[in-house]
Each structure stands twice: as C-alpha cells, then as structure tokens.
C-alpha cells in the first residue's frame, strides 16, 4: 500500500520531469541558418559549418539546435526566411548563400547577432563599415567569389583562344550584377574579346537566355558568380554540352556537374570560420568587434572527360595551374 504522503511525492516528481525537460530546452541556444542555396547542393558545405561550430563548443543536439532555411535560388523568398526566424528569437542567424541573403537578416533584425557568408564587398553591400570594426549586430567571411569573373574570362580564352564570340550569363537580380558586368567588360576589351551578355533570374529567363545564345552563334560560355545559377548548374552544363561549348563556371560544382572549367575559392573551407563565428556570438561576443574575414584559398577544376567529349585539347600550362582534374 502506498501512504498518501509518498503518492504526493509520486506524483510530484512525475511532473517535474517534463518541466525540466521545457527548462532545459528553453536554456538551449538555436541558430538560425538561412542561405540563398538549396541544401541538396550544400551538405558539404553545412558539414563545414558544422566543424567550424564544433571547434568553438558547439555541437547540434547536444548543447546548440539549428533551423534551416533554404531559398533555392529564390531570392525573393529570403526576407520572409529572416522575419520567421527573427520571430522564433533564435540566439544568431546565420545568412549564407550571398549578400541577398544578409542583406535580407540585416533588415530583419538590429538586435540579433547575425554571421554571414558572401561572395563580394561588404561595405559596398551596406552590409558593415569596415573590414576591421564591421558595426552595429553584423560580420561574417566574403568568398570574393563574384570579384574574379575578369579571371574567369582570361582562362576561358587561353582555354578557347579561337572563340569569336564570348556569351556571358549573368543574374540581374544580383546585388553585384553591376559590378560583374563592368569587370567582364572591362577585362574583354583589353583582351579584344568581343561578348553577348544575357541575364536571367528565374527558369523562363534562363530558357531564354539560352535560345539567345544559341541564335547569336556564341562560341564560348562564360556564368559569373550567382547562387541561382548554383542552383540550376545542371540545367547551365546540360545547355553547354548540348551547343558543344566550352564553358567556365565560378564553383567547383558545376566543374563536378560535368562543366568544363570553374575557378573560385574553395568555398567549403570558408564555411568552417563562418560556424566558428556563429560560435562566438553564442558565447557572447559582439559582431562589432570582429572583424570580416577574407577567403584567401582559390582552386581551379578541370574536366578532362568534358574537354574529350568537347574535342578540347587543354595545355599543359593550364594543366599545371589546376587544382583539381576530374577524370
């Protein structure tokens, strides 16, 4: 028989293990991760960020929870991300994926420590005020993935020096849309490179922009830097292949899609600061006082079994400056 006294004390510890277990649950700090990507394509690079969060005390369900977000190259879908994250007061928000991205989490919050992942320059976005003391809840790691497509168009003609006619893709919805186009222009008029520029933003766009390329004759593709275009990179490399082009790209995705040539950082190790940044902010520290880092580290991928298909003889100087080829 069980006295009065002890069904109380039953019944009291019954109930306190759900509400410890709400206590503890409410003690534990969420991030919010939004990015511009699709997470189909960014297991890699969430892995990173997973390190990065890992080496600075962090480890998702254990003592930090995670809520992702994922446009899909939808950019118009990313202030809603960060309004709904914002409502649900997760501890810092995480905006990868491009300046779109942090463009939207800043807007969203002045309050909410916020760590982002862009391609290009951040005081020029708005985004901080300096690289050294960014201001206000905001820093992160640029990639400077969209400040090199005049690079892109110096290997594409050593890769092609008998294209006559350069295509050029590029995302007008793209913050740094502007910026590309004058770089691109820039760097084919010193080099007497004549180009046809095309923009797209959504599918039917693309499609477009395609049969344009295709009307005018382009002998060679060039895709600036753009998440959309990440998220479509199958759909870009099955269009170069079709034409028989030789085309280069700004992310080692599309060069593993089956792309000719792309050359950019190696973005997966710039995820790992971005997760040791989120860290910090969860243990305090103020996006005011670190500073933005730089990605440092490029590579350059080369698809021999594409060039084959393509009957493209690829240099040996070329050959020596890649980082990776792909068989």
Same mark, same amino acid.
């Given at each position: 028989?069980? +006295?009065?006294?002890?069904? #109380?004390?039953?019944?009291? $510890?019954? =109930?306190?293990? /759900?509400?410890? *277990?709400?206590?503890?649950?409410?003690?534990?700090?969420?991030?919010?991760?939004?990015?511009?990507?699709?997470?189909?394509?960014?297991?890699?690079?969430?892995?990173?960020?997973?390190?990065?969060?890992?080496?600075g005390g962090f480890v998702e369900g254990e003592n930090v929870a995670i809520e992702f977000r994922w446009a899909r190259g939808d950019y118009a879908r990313l202030p809603?991300?960060?309004?709904?994250?914002?409502?649900?007061?997760?501890?810092?928000?995480?905006?990868?994926?491009?300046?779109?991205?942090?463009?939207?989490?800043? +807007?969203?919050?002045?309050? #909410?420590?916020?760590?982002? $992942?862009? =391609?290009?320059? /951040?005081?020029? *976005?708005?985004?901080?005020?300096?690289?050294?003391?960014?201001?206000?809840?905001?820093?992160?790691?640029?990639?400077?993935?969209?400040?090199?497509?005049?690079?892109?168009?110096?290997?594409?003609?050593?890769?092609?020096?008998?294209?006559?006619?350069?295509?050029?893709?590029?995302?007008?919805?793209?913050?740094?849309?502007?910026?590309?186009?004058?770089?691109?222009?820039?760097?084919?008029?010193?080099?007497?490179?004549?180009?046809?520029?095309?923009?797209?933003?959504?599918?039917?766009?693309?499609?477009?922009?395609?049969?344009?390329?295709?009307?005018?004759?382009?002998?060679?593709?060039?895709v600036a830097a753009d998440t959309y275009f990440t998220t479509r990179r199958e759909r870009i490399v099955s269009f170069a292949a079709r034409q028989r082009l030789p085309a280069i790209y700004d992310l080692r995705e599309f060069a593993a899609a089956g792309g000719l040539l792309s050359y950019?950082?190696?973005?997966?190790?710039?995820?790992?600061?971005?997760?040791?940044?989120?860290?910090?902010?969860?243990?305090?520290?103020?996006?005011?006082?670190?500073?933005?880092?730089?990605?440092?580290?490029?590579?350059?991928?080369?698809?021999?079994?594409?060039?084959?298909?393509?009957?493209?003889?690829?240099?040996?100087?070329?050959?020596?400056?890649?980082?990776?080829?792909?068989?």
């Amino acid at each position: 028989m069980i +006295r009065r006294r002890e069904f #109380i004390t039953l019944l009291g $510890g019954a =109930g306190a293990w /759900p509400l410890a *277990a709400r206590a503890q649950q409410r003690t534990t700090p969420t991030i919010g991760f939004m990015s511009a990507r699709s997470p189909d394509d960014s297991a890699h690079l969430v892995a990173a960020f997973r390190s990065g969060l890992k080496d600075g005390g962090f480890v998702e369900g254990e003592n930090v929870a995670i809520e992702f977000r994922w446009a899909r190259g939808d950019y118009a879908r990313l202030p809603e991300m960060a309004a709904d994250l914002v409502s649900r007061h997760v501890a810092v928000v995480t905006a990868v994926g491009g300046e779109v991205s942090a463009i939207a989490a800043k +807007r969203a919050t002045s309050t #909410i420590p916020i760590v982002f $992942g862009i =391609g290009g320059d /951040p005081i020029s *976005a708005g985004l901080v005020e300096s690289f050294n003391r960014p201001g206000g809840n905001i820093t992160g790691v640029t990639l400077l993935s969209t400040t090199i497509d005049a690079k892109r168009l110096g290997l594409l003609r050593e890769l092609a020096p008998g294209a006559a006619l350069v295509g050029v893709l590029v995302n007008p919805s793209y913050l740094l849309a502007a910026l590309q186009l004058r770089e691109i222009e820039r760097a084919a008029q010193a080099i007497g490179q004549r180009t046809m520029i095309l923009k797209a933003s959504a599918d039917d766009e693309l499609e477009a922009a395609f049969d344009g390329f295709v009307h005018e004759g382009i002998d060679a593709l060039l895709v600036a830097a753009d998440t959309y275009f990440t998220t479509r990179r199958e759909r870009i490399v099955s269009f170069a292949a079709r034409q028989r082009l030789p085309a280069i790209y700004d992310l080692r995705e599309f060069a593993a899609a089956g792309g000719l040539l792309s050359y950019s950082v190696r973005i997966a190790e710039a995820y790992r600061p971005i997760g040791l940044y989120t860290a910090r902010m969860l243990k305090g520290a103020k996006p005011a006082d670190l500073p933005v880092q730089q990605a440092t580290k490029f590579e350059l991928v080369i698809n021999v079994k594409t060039a084959k298909a393509l009957g493209i003889s690829i240099s040996d100087n070329l050959l020596s400056l890649a980082d990776e080829v792909i068989e």
